[in-house]
């Protein structure tokens, strides 16, 4: 059966999260999740998104949401605010397979050059786990907090769509780990319309794309 995970997108409508130097948390949390899914669609894993466009996501959805979902694994996809420098990923208190994951997407984020703060883990006054994504969702779970927003030098890893796109994909790829998936690098393919014909063009397409090949035309 085909893996599950659950991607939370932090944030969303009148929420935007952190803001800061121009941009807004939750349109990067969208942009790196939206990365994130597909490729671990490539890979056939079954994704639910909270969200997949600007709207409102109240964190009990999110929960209510991934528990009916029933996946291997859920990531909750933020960015931080408040002055540091660096990624940070909660886990349960308890670590356990959570950590395990959260350990395989930092190892990731760090290849990709962003700074560590390490994983982290709080309670509340109970002893439980202080974030609900985490106390209340049923399977393993990691918040990903991608970068410090409110710090220039920080901002500077994820400040455009190429870059968040990659953000996305090592989060993929640290899930991927932790499912057992081999990380499959993307086959490109360009095709060449010059003497071909419109149908022949369009078979040639049709089988790189079968073959996994991410095609452009030209
Ligand atoms: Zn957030």
Same mark, same amino acid.
């Given at each position: 059966m085909a893996k599950k995970i659950f991607i939370g997108v932090g944030h969303g409508g009148i929420d935007s999260g952190a803001v800061a130097n121009g941009f807004k948390e939750k349109d990067l949390n969208l942009a790196v999740a939206l990365s994130c899914r597909d490729e671990l669609l490539r890979h056939g894993v079954s994704v639910l998104l909270s969200r *997949? +466009?600007?709207? =409102?996501?109240?964190?009990?959805?999110?929960? +209510?949401?991934?528990?009916?979902? $029933?996946?291997?694994? =859920?990531?909750?996809?933020?960015?931080?605010?408040?002055?540091g420098d660096g990624v940070e /990923?909660?886990?349960?208190?308890?670590? &356990? +397979? $959570?950590?395990? @994951? *959260?350990?395989?997407?930092?190892?990731?984020?760090? %290849? /990709?050059?962003?700074? *560590?703060?390490g994983l982290k883990t709080k309670k509340n006054s109970l002893g439980r786990d202080y974030f609900g994504f985490i106390r209340s969702t049923v399977c393993p779970a990691a918040i990903i907090e991608c970068a410090f927003i409110d710090n220039k030098k920080d901002l500077t890893i994820i400040d455009t769509l190429k870059e968040q796109q990659k953000m996305?994909? %090592?989060?993929?790829? &640290? /899930? @991927? +780990?932790? @499912?057992?998936?081999a990380y499959k690098a993307e086959k490109t393919y360009t095709l060449s @319309?010059? &003497?071909l014909t419109k149908s022949a063009a369009d078979n040639l397409k049709t089988d790189f794309t079968k073959k996994g090949y991410a095609v452009t035309v030209k």
């Open positions: *997949s +466009k600007d709207e =409102a996501d109240p964190l009990t959805e999110e929960i +209510k949401e991934c528990n009916a979902f $029933g996946p291997d694994y =859920a990531v909750d996809i933020h960015n931080n605010a408040g002055g /990923i909660y886990h349960h208190f308890g670590g &356990g +397979k $959570g950590k395990t @994951l *959260s350990q395989n997407i930092i190892n990731e984020i760090v %290849a /990709i050059g962003q700074n *560590s703060r996305g994909i %090592a989060i993929a790829k &640290g /899930i @991927l +780990k932790t @499912l057992g998936i @319309l010059t &003497g």
